[in-house]
């Protein structure tokens, strides 16, 4: 079975620009979670979605983050504009209601 | 007060060793434990789970829970030196959210 799969990888984008990441769980999960992991902060939830409902979007640090999950197979992160402090791995991650996470490869952003 | 609490590291084990390393919550009514581990540039991945006072054993591994203490803990035997990677903890509260600390790094000595 595949895998979450996460797009882009890699993201290169100049300050003010729109940034939308995407991501497609494991078939069956009904938990899913965005993570950004930086250096000094670790790995910090940013929101997460029980059957496509979010649940807690505390954890998006402001308006210009965005999240969506139109249905069962796909989920996107976007942020309007992007800043440089914004620069991190985004992580995907899905679970069956264990909380035993399953995570994507990430996305690594960089804002210039 | 942070809601999950590792120390940094680097934590450095000669190979063969047992490497030992700790976590602390805050909510008190957590309800699920997990030790991630993640390798430079990789993603994080699930090596235990925890869900009851005790130890849980799996090859070489060995989680324990103290809820008293609010104390998670992983331990590795006989380390080896592709058990070098950094270890992350994680905690699921009673919302279902799961929050991670910021890991221990942890390098066995050849």
């Known amino acids: 079975d595949a895998g979450v799969i996460q797009s882009p990888r890699h993201e290169v984008t100049e300050m003010g620009q729109e940034v939308t990441l995407r991501c497609k769980p494991i078939s069956g999960h009904d938990y899913l979670f965005w993570y950004r992991q930086t250096m000094m902060r670790g790995l910090e939830l940013l929101i997460y979605?029980?059957?496509?409902?979010?649940?807690?979007d505390s954890g998006m640090p402001e308006d210009r983050f965005s999240a969506k999950m139109p249905n069962a197979s796909f989920s996107t992160l976007k942020i309007q504009p992007s800043e440089p402090r914004d620069s991190a791995v985004y992580f995907c991650?899905?679970?069956?209601?264990?909380?035993?996470?399953?995570f994507g490869e990430g996305s690594r952003l960089t804002v210039l | 007060q942070k809601e999950v609490e590792q120390n940094s590291g680097p934590l450095s084990v000669p190979e063969g060793a047992i490497a030992s390393l700790n976590c602390t919550y805050s909510?008190?009514?957590?309800?699920?434990f997990f030790w991630y581990r993640q390798y430079s540039g990789k993603s994080p991945e699930l090596i235990m789970s925890?869900?009851?006072?005790g130890d849980k054993e799996d090859g070489r591994f060995t989680a324990q829970l103290n809820k008293a203490s609010q104390y998670v803990s992983l331990l590795i035997r006989d380390s080896q030196p592709s058990d070098s990677a950094t270890y992350l903890c994680a905690v699921r509260n009673r919302d279902d959210k799961i929050i991670f600390g910021k890991g221990t790094r942890l390098h066995i000595l050849p």
């Open positions: 991650a899905s679970s069956l209601g264990t909380g035993e996470l399953f």
């Open positions: 909510d008190r009514v957590s309800q699920s």
């Open positions: 925890i869900y009851s006072n």
């Open positions: 979605f029980n059957n496509n409902v979010p649940i807690d």
